[in-house]
């Protein structure tokens, strides 16, 4: 009997003794935990890396510095010439060293269809480049392939296509959506003049006229202004000076049969062949050259021709080509460009990186020096508002009439348009075509060269390779 007490209170007390230890144990881990807590706000919650809490926000002033983000790398492919690919590659690396967390890998092409072809091959396969840069043919070759994304304010920051050239606008879409970033403008005509002779631009093709009826001496070989009829695209401007055009962009359909092509028809005739000041003879090497030896005063010609005409030692002028002859508008000249288009299967991490290198090019900045970079011009309608661009006279001039021009058609439809133009007005400078006819000939003739048939004569192809 005495043993089991004995056992009984020797095992109670057993248990006493492990939960005083265990109360030991969890006092000692609450002191532990207070003293460290207490250590941290003394010494102002130091990280990891040794900053203190303060200084991660101050990195970038939005609580999240390049630190904080991860490191993500794009790829971008591009066909430029050699003049814009040095210009690419040193806005990259300014870019990058900005943006110390991106980095991005560029592959060249020698041509735009290679670029294309490549590109659509991978994006099918779920790869590809995140993004690329090629002019506005891009649109109608890629775009139906699903294979680059639709462009809206939730894919660009703060992208509105309101800020960039009407005439790339235009060519922008397909089927009514937007599937490329205007980046860089070229390839359209002005008004030169050697400042020597000319000294205010006209305004008006009254003005022109007025002037070549005195300046005229074919047999001195002097000329007040001069055309060049036997392309097309010296023509298609006057078609928009007379409020219409050639094409439906939405629908990629001809409307050449109006009565701005039959009133520029009427004016071509007017000129050629009532007042004489214009002379059918005249090609376009003739009156480059007429222009470089001061022999002709004013002509029509591609704006990337200016230094070629500084260098011939003509004091070179650039101004908008004068409204039309019993008009009111300027003549809307055809414009080309550059732009960036997103692969479809880019996303998260990348589409922002593609985002932010998108928003910086398109800064104000970058446009401006890109220009005096290169032989191309801002995509940015408000550029020439910069004090650095509009110093510079030949480039100010020139984007007023970028400003007014519309947008080429892609290749397939403004070969067909070129090749019923040019024949028609010929037949109209030779009075073989009363202009009233020629319009809806036109038209026709462009119709039938879309289907395949030949509706026009073949010509050379000497007229396309000066282009």
């Not at 990186?353 to 220009?371: F, K």
């Not at 001039?397 to 970028?402: E, H, L, S, W, Y």
């Amino acid at each position: 009997m005495d043993g089991r007490i004995f056992g009984h209170f020797k095992f109670k007390e057993m248990k006493f003794v492990k939960l005083l230890t265990k109360i030991a144990i969890l006092s000692i881990c609450i002191f532990m935990i207070t003293a460290l807590s207490c250590r941290m706000l003394d010494s102002g919650g130091e990280s990891d890396t040794g900053q203190d809490n303060d200084e991660t926000v101050e990195s970038d002033g939005n609580g999240t510095g390049d630190d904080d983000k991860l490191d993500v790398t794009i790829t971008l492919w591009d066909c430029l010439e050699p003049k814009g690919r040095l210009a690419l590659m040193e806005k990259i690396d300014d870019f990058t060293d900005a943006n110390s967390y991106i980095e991005i890998e560029t592959e060249h092409f020698r041509s735009q269809e290679e670029l294309e072809d490549k590109f659509e091959a991978a994006s099918l396969a779920g790869a590809g480049p995140e993004l690329i840069l090629l002019d506005f043919d891009g649109v109608q070759r890629l775009s139906p392939g699903n294979v680059v994304k639709e462009i809206s304010g939730e894919t660009i920051s703060d992208l509105s296509y309101s800020m960039f050239l009407d005439g790339l606008v235009e060519i922008s879409e397909y089927n009514s959506r937007n599937y490329i970033i205007p980046f860089r403008s070229f390839d359209f005509l002005v008004l030169f003049y050697n400042r020597d002779i000319v000294e205010e631009p006209p305004s008006e093709f009254e003005e022109v006229i007025e002037y070549c009826r005195e300046t005229n001496k074919p047999g001195e070989n002097l000329y007040g202004f001069l055309l060049n009829s036997n392309e097309a695209d010296w023509i298609i401007p006057f078609i928009g000076g007379y409020g219409d055009w050639i094409v439906d962009y939405s629908y990629r359909s001809l409307t050449l049969d109006n009565e701005a092509t039959e009133k520029t028809m009427e004016f071509l005739n007017y000129m050629y062949n009532e007042e004489k000041i214009l002379y059918p003879d005249m090609d376009y090497s003739g009156i480059n050259e007429l222009f470089k030896n001061g022999s002709a005063h004013m002509i029509m010609d591609s704006v990337s021709m200016a230094e070629e005409y500084e260098l011939a030692g003509i004091n070179t002028g650039v101004a908008r080509i004068p409204q039309v002859w019993q008009g009111s508008k300027n003549p809307t000249p055809l414009i080309s460009g550059l732009g960036f288009m997103i692969n479809v299967n880019c996303y998260g991490n990348e589409l922002e990186a593609v985002d932010d290198l998108i928003v910086y090019m398109l800064t104000e900045e970058v446009q401006v020096e890109w220009t005096s970079r290169t032989n191309t011009f801002p995509a940015l309608k408000s550029v020439d508002r910069n004090d650095e661009f509009a110093k510079e006279e030949l480039r100010y001039g020139a984007f007023q009439q970028a400003k007014l021009c519309r947008g080429k058609p892609y290749e397939e439809l403004i070969i067909v348009i070129r090749d019923a133009i040019r024949d028609n007005t010929q037949r109209v400078i030779s009075q073989d075509m009363l202009p009233a006819d020629a319009a809806l000939k036109i038209q026709e003739d462009a119709l039938r060269l879309r289907s395949g048939d030949a509706g026009v004569e073949e010509e050379s192809g000497e007229d396309e390779e000066t282009e």
